[in-house]
Structures are given as structure tokens and as C-alpha cells.
């Protein structure tokens, strides 16, 4: 099925505003957007309307909408919140998972491996095949609350490294960390997935407190 035009909408411009392309507090310039997107006005406000659901976008009333603000210690909370139910939703997909579950991670882990040494230094790729490990085990724990809280805050991490401009590590140095997270699910063993989602973002507030500092990486 293909998509609507307000999700496409919405992935770019949630795409856009991760990375910085479109940086905290600028406006959302709709005429400007909506031509460049090739969208209709109505599928591309409904696009801005989930993203102000997800904080990363803000209503200034009549003036319409801006990028949200990038305050350290706010986007280090974030990234608080989101290593607990990170690590809570990986104990709940070894709980939970199916053998439809599984079949999805080995063909993911295979496609990585099949993909790796063409995408290096495709950041885009390393982008989008993290933020599909970490969807991939959130719908493993059958917690759609879960899903919808993740994918929030996984959004506003990643702005985090951008904004902040601290470097974050590679899928390349990530991989076998995922593999640890599921294999743990796999196994049904759920404190060995908790343990593993939390070493794999063990190093997420640090950069967060010390990023004007420090050039130190940050999973994502």
C-alpha cells in the first residue's frame, strides 16, 4: 500500500528537523515547505500537526508553527526517559515476541550485513536502519503506548546529537549490540535484553551534559 502524502509530508520534514536542516526555533515556512515537498496544504498541516504531537514542533497561534527549542538539560531528560522505556520495552519484547518477531530480526540483521560496506559514510542509512531496530522491538512488545512514547523520543535524541553537533557512532560500531539485544529476545531471557538495550545506550546523557566540552560519541 502507498503511502498518504501526509506521512510521506511527515517523515521528511521529521527527517529535516533530527538532523537540523531545519534548526531549533525557525519557523515552518509552509508556502516555502509546501512547494518543495510537493504536497497539498492539507495533507502537509496534518504532517506538522503529528510533529507537534511528538514535541518537536511548537504552535505560535496565528503566526503558525516553529521548530522547538533545543534547551541541553531538556533533551537530556528526553534521553533519560527514553533509556527507561528502551530498556522496559526490550524485557516485554522477550517476553512477548513471536516467531514472526524473529524471522523479522534475522532478515533485518541479514540485510544489514548484506548493506554495510556499500552504505559507509551514508549517514541517512545508519539513521534509518537504528531508528528500525529500535521500532522493530518496540512492536515486539505488543505495547502500542510504548511505540507511539518511543518514537517521540527517539526523535528528539537524535536532534540532540545534530543540534549539539556531537558525532554519533556508526550502525558499523552498533552491531554487535544489537545482536546482543536480540539474541536476549530471542532467547525469551528478558533481563539479559534489559541489560543489553541499557549498555548499548549507556553513554546517552553524558555527550548531552558536556556537548559545548566534549567531541565524545553518542549511540544513538
Known sequence: MSRRKSDEAYLELRRRIMVAELPPNSLIDEKLLVDDLK???????EAVLRLAQEGLVVSMGRRGYVVAGAAPADLMRAYELRQEIECFTAGLAADRRTAEDIAGFD????????????QDGNSAWDLAIDEEFHHRIALASDNPFAQRTLSSLYGLSVRSLYVSQVPATLVRDELESYRAVLNAIRMRD???????????????????RSAARSQGKQVL
Open 107 to 118: 532478515a533485518f540483521l541479514a540485510r544489514i550485513d548484506a548493506e554495510i560496506d556499500a
Open 190 to 208: 528478558a533481563a539479559a535484553a534489559r541489560k543489553a538495550m541499557a549498555q548499548h545506550l549507556t553513554f546517552g546523557p553524558v555527550p548531552l
Open 39 to 45: 504536497v497539498g496544504r492539507t495533507p502537509f498541516r
